[in-house]
């Protein structure tokens, strides 16, 4: 028998509250407080592992011999088993129990960074790196689905879930500032053996205060959903990953793309099929978890991109040094930061429909501002300015979305719903600087290129924003 919830009428957003109305602060114990602690700083060193070694690749490559080419896969190595795994392992911890899969992510993670860290050669340090991204695959939605499952439906989920992600938001940021200076005066091996230390201090809090969760009965693992859906995901991964550098029209690219969606069709057909489906179609038609997902993809891989053009746009066009840029990009995450505490008040004042809606345009229309960046020295200020500002929505539309998805999400599913969150994270951070970065470098300038790939991302966020609003106001839901 199928385990999938029963379809939940959904009426779409509720009426905003009048400021009479607003929901009271939410009151957590201290150890609710610790228990989010717990989830939080081990979503952020997934983060963190994301963006802290790039500016450390030349130092890495010089150090084990790595060529240009080759160095890709540092990157690769890890993006390819986190995105991955993510359906299979949420579903496992929903299964079999989360907190001992969620621990046993932490000790994986922990372990692989210390290979990482004193590997010595290219094949030592590149397992690692898988490994790091396996650990990621169990830890992000395991923790993701601890957290919604500890944490009631509503303003208590709300601010754990914006805390969360200010934290997500704030690990890629950080990563970045961070990983240049630990390069520069430790030397590159000390990011990775900063991902061990800390994997090792949340290890040692977690086990006395995270409960265990799980379904209360335990059907088959659909193995047939899990194959097809986690070679699928591989497959688009890789091409997406390797097509910044090699081009959609290369051969290599070109078949994985094709496996990748023929495996993610055939799996739509698996789970139409069996009884106990890896993944529910049902729930996957419900337009707050189509319409939310379709939401987190587009902001997350849009915001990608800009921090990848911009980067670009300050250090090679406005000369700014790696230190300078770096301050360019703390201040955005202080932005973050603090959209990330408003976050679930707004949220609670407005819904999470129109915070998503409302968060997708802002940073649409302040991703168009930077249309506006010149070459002169002065105009770094304009550029923090306006990134801040994108951010900050950016921030919003991210916690609306992970709100707006688990919803409704009977406890025994949270961890599939929020699989579908991070997978969505996962492909949003993959696939945004491939499919626009590209265009960076096709104008006559690299100027002119960053404002190409600027003014496509704005208007791909304001119009998904559009589409999206509209989806979310329908009253009928084909769940």
């Known amino acids: 028998m199928a385990i999938d919830s029963p379809a939940v009428p959904d009426t779409g957003p509720a009426p905003a509250p009048s400021p009479s109305d607003s929901p009271a602060p939410v009151r957590m114990s201290a150890r609710a407080k610790l228990i989010l602690m717990v989830l ?191 070679g699928g995901l591989l497959a688009l991964i890789y091409a997406l990953s390797t097509a910044g550098e090699r081009g959609f029209g290369d051969a290599d690219v070109l078949v994985t793309l094709v496996l990748g969606i023929a495996l993610l069709v055939a799996f739509v057909i698996v789970e139409s099929r069996t009884e106990q489906p890896l993944v529910s179609l049902p729930m996957l038609r419900r337009r707050t978890v189509a319409w939310g997902n379709v939401g987190g993809l587009v902001t997350i891989s849009m915001m990608t991109t800009v921090v990848f053009v911009l980067t670009l746009y300050l250090q090679e066009v406005l000369e700014l040094s790696s230190f300078e840029t770096g301050l360019v990009f703390g201040v955005q995450g202080v932005a973050s930061a603090v959209a990330g505490s408003y976050a679930p008040k707004v949220i609670g004042r407005f819904g999470a429909h129109r915070t998503l809606v409302g968060g997708l345009l802002g940073q649409g229309l302040f991703g168009a501002a930077l249309l506006g960046a010149g070459s002169a020295s002065w105009s770094v200020w304009p550029a923090t300015a306006a990134l801040s500002l994108a951010s900050m929505f950016h921030l919003c539309a991210i916690v609306a979305y992970g709100v707006t998805v688990t919803s409704g999400v009977r406890n025994e599913e949270q961890g599939l719903a929020t699989g579908l969150v991070t997978s969505t994270q996962q ?26 790939v600027l003014g496509v991302d704005a208007a791909i966020v304001v119009v998904a924003a559009l589409l999206i609003g509209a989806g979310l106001r329908r009253r009928s839901d084909s769940a």
């Open 427 to 452: 492909v949003g951070i993959t696939i945004g600087i491939p499919l626009l970065g590209v265009l960076a470098t096709t104008g006559d300038s690299l100027l002119s290129g960053v404002r190409l």
């Open 40 to 230: 939080c700083a081990a979503q952020f060193i997934v983060a963190l592992d994301f963006s802290i070694l790039n500016v450390a690749l030349p130092a890495l490559g010089a150090d084990l011999g790595m060529g240009q080419t080759d160095l890709q896969w540092a990157v690769t190595a890890f993006a390819l088993p986190s995105g991955g795994f993510l359906l299979l392992f949420g579903r496992i911890g929903d299964l079999y129990g989360r907190r001992k899969l969620f621990l046993a992510g932490l000790a994986l993670f922990a372990l692989s960074s210390v290979l990482a860290t004193f590997a010595w050669n290219p094949a030592a340090f590149l397992a690692g790196r898988a490994l790091q991204g396996l650990g990621a695959a169990v830890i992000v939605p395991t923790g993701m689905s601890l957290l919604t499952t500890t944490f009631a439906e509503g303003p208590e989920r709300e601010r754990a879930l914006g805390i969360s992600g200010t934290l997500m938001s704030l690990g890629f940021t950080v990563g970045m500032v961070l990983g240049g200076g630990m390069t520069d005066t430790l030397g590159w091996r000390s990011t990775m053996g900063l991902l061990a230390v800390a994997a090792v201090l949340i290890l040692a809090l977690a086990p006395g205060l995270l409960p265990e969760s799980r379904t209360p009965d335990r059907p088959r693992l659909d193995l047939p959903g899990a194959v097809t859906v986690t």
